[in-house]
Structures are given as C-alpha cells and as structure tokens.
C-alpha cells in the first residue's frame, strides 16, 4: 500500500511539472508571436508609406481619381486585425497626402457577391470580377480598384500592389512590387509628411548641423571629497555646490569634439564662498554624429582653478588640522586657498538639452595633504574628489 500510494504521489507531482513546463511553453510562444506580429505590422507600414511616397513623387493619375479598394491581403496566421490596420494606415497616408491623386471611395456593390444570369449560363463573382455586372447596377463601372497583397516569403515581407480599370478587359494601369527584410528596423515615418530614407538621413544631418556650435549651459554641480585615512589624518573639507554658466563650441555641426568654457560661483552662508574658473574637451562615444532621439554619451578631460575662502576652507592645506584646530582659527581672519584641480569624467546628453555628468578630480597641490584622502590612485594620479553635474543647455 505504501509503495502504491508513493507511486501515485510520484505521477501527480510529474504530471503537475509536465503541466507548469507546457504553460510556460505556451506564454513564450505566444510572446514570440506577438513579437513577431507586431515587427510584420511595422513593417508592412513601412512598405505601404513607400508606395504612397512613389505616388507622390510620380503620380499614377493626373488629376484626383476615385478608386476603389478591392482588399488587402495579409499573411496566413495574422487574421483580419492586421487587414483593418493597414487598411485604415493607407486611408490615413491617402488622406494626409492628396498630392498622390488617389481618392479612395466607398462601393458597396464592388465587393459584395453577386449572381448573374445571362443565355451563357450564371455567373457567381464579386462585382469588382464583373464589370458588367456593375454597370447593370450602376455601379462603379468605368472607375479602377486597388488590390494589395502582402505575403511573407522567408525573411522577406513582399508588398504586391495593382490598380485595374473597371471595364470588361479589367487593364491593369499600375503594378508595384516592393520587398523587406524582418531584420532591417522600421523607419515608423509619420503620415503627414513622406520622405525617403535617403531624405530623411539627409534632413537629420542638416538638423544636427543647423543647431549651430555655440551653447550656453547652466550648471549645478558638486564635489565631494575623500576622507583621509591613518593615524595622523586630518578634516577632509565639505562637499562644495557650484553653479555654473559659461560657453561650450564645437568646430563641427557633428559635435563629435566639444570644449567648454565656464566660471561657477560656491556659497553657503557663514561656511565658505568660492569662485572657479574651467576649461574642458570632451569626445564622443555613441557615434559620428550626436543625436536627436536617444542620449549622447561623451568622454571628457579638463582642469579648473578655484579661489575658496571662509571658516570651512582650513582643510585645503597641506598641515595637518583637526576639528578643534579649524575651530581655533575661526577667531582670525578666514582661511583662503586658490589651488588648481584636474578632472576625467563622463557627460551623457539628452536631446542636446539635458545633461548629466560624473567626474573624478586630483588636486595635484595636496600630493602631501593628510587632510585629503584619496578614492582610487591609478598611473600615479589620486582622485581626491568624486563629481557630479546636472547642466541645462540654452
């Protein structure tokens, strides 16, 4: 008995992992049809947007020319929700791009079936497969009707598109046959206004470029620094807020070198005041241009000279104090100090307006000072200060 009721213990917990390993199956099938649905919708976009832009460039008709839409066709599997979408996608491009000289109009007699009977014998078709037929029901004989088949062939999304003339030899006037990989991103153009891609590239480039080479940025930073470490060490200064503004250039409308020119200003009240002059050149990392849709990602090095004076600026020495030795001394004049610092860092740039910057700074004239400790030492440079600045660029 025990070893029967083991057994079926046994094929309950199996059967119920075979049931959690088929349900996780089924959700990462369904997240990849659904991923691959939506990358064939996009692209099926893209193809429709190219059609309507050869309209535009070379219009089929003259002048303004009603057409019937005969359908839309899309791949096995995706059903009609993707039909209705590219269906109301080409209305909206028709709509927002008269300049093509297609008017799509509604016929209901066009696509309904309908039943002929002539001395030949009768005829079952759609009205659009008839011509005759629509001209008995006064319908749109004489007109031309677009037919749209899409159809995936491997890694390839193919657009196969005709205008017929609705006359009993049913011409065609127009074919088009376009192609896309699965792999190649969608451009996502919006309908109003059609470009190519190779337009587009060149309007972004001369977006970039038209931006000009002189920005003003306005900067909030703050530098923090190390405390000293060992048995002799000293009262590492606090953490000084600068506000910034200057100038920053780039000799190219790539902006792939920048340098920037600022003068900052520190205070808090009774504690200390500071004024900082900084110099810096920065690199592009994220491409040869900078970028108008995703962040911007730049290396820079550079060096400032700052002029600091107050009751918490004792620590910039290289004696050795205390924090009864910097009280001590707030019975005399405040303590200055003008030292230079040299700086590495990265700026990540958002849209060119917004940035976000973080730097490590050695202070080469405290080497000695104990009373400024170190983050990380490397080639024989201390960073004895960690930085961060958020900049707002005009």
Do not use: F, K, N, Y
């Given at each position: 008995m025990v070893a029967?009721?083991?057994?079926?213990?046994?094929?309950l917990v199996s059967g119920a992992q075979a049931s959690d390993i088929e349900d996780a199956r089924d959700a990462e099938l369904e997240r990849v049809r659904g991923q691959i649905a939506n990358q064939v919708q996009l692209s099926a976009y893209d193809l429709l947007d190219e059609m309507v832009y050869g309209w535009i460039s070379e219009p089929v008709f003259a002048t303004p020319t009603p057409v019937v839409l005969a359908g839309v066709t899309v791949p096995v599997g995706l059903g009609t929700g993707l039909q209705a979408l590219l269906e109301n996608h080409l209305n909206s491009l028709l709509l927002e791009n008269p300049g093509s000289n297609i008017q799509l109009v509604h016929c209901p007699s066009c696509t309904a079936v309908v039943v002929?009977?002539?001395?030949?014998?009768?005829v079952v078709s759609r009205g659009l497969d008839n011509p005759e037929v629509l001209d008995d029901l006064g319908g749109a004989s004489g007109r031309h009707a677009l037919f749209i088949d899409i159809e995936a062939e491997g890694s390839w999304l193919v657009l196969r598109a005709r205008i017929t003339k609705l006359t009993p030899d049913l011409p065609i006037v127009w074919s088009h046959t376009a192609s896309t990989s699965a792999s190649t991103p969608a451009l996502l153009r919006q309908p109003q206004h059609l470009k190519s891609a190779e337009e587009a590239r060149e309007e972004y480039i001369e977006t970039l470029e038209s931006r000009g080479a002189v920005t003003i940025p306005l900067t909030l930073g703050i530098r923090t620094y190390a405390q000293p470490q060992g048995n002799n060490a000293g009262t590492a200064p606090p953490p000084f807020p600068w506000l910034q503004s200057g100038v920053e250039l780039s000799p190219t409308g790539s902006q792939v070198w920048r340098s920037s020119f600022v003068v900052g200003y520190s205070f808090i009240p009774q504690a200390y005041q500071g004024?900082?002059?900084?110099a810096?050149?920065?690199?592009l990392l994220t491409g040869r241009y900078r970028s108008l849709t995703r962040p911007d990602l730049y290396l820079f090095g550079g060096g400032a000279v700052m002029s600091v004076w107050g009751p918490a600026t004792g620590s910039f020495s290289n004696e050795t104090l205390t924090v009864d030795q910097i009280?001590?001394?707030l019975e005399g004049d405040d303590p200055r100090a003008t030292f230079g610092a040299l700086h590495?860092?990265?700026?990540?740039?958002?849209g060119n307006r917004v940035g976000v910057a973080l730097f490590f700074e050695t202070l080469p004239g405290f080497y000695d000072s104990r009373n400024l400790g170190r983050y990380f030492q490397f080639a024989g440079l201390e960073a004895h200060s960690l930085g961060t600045e958020v900049s707002f660029c005009f």
């Open positions: 029967v009721v083991l057994a079926l213990l046994a094929l002929h009977s002539g001395p030949e014998g009768t004024l900082m002059g900084q810096r050149i920065s690199r009280i001590t001394s590495v860092g990265l700026d990540a740039r958002i």
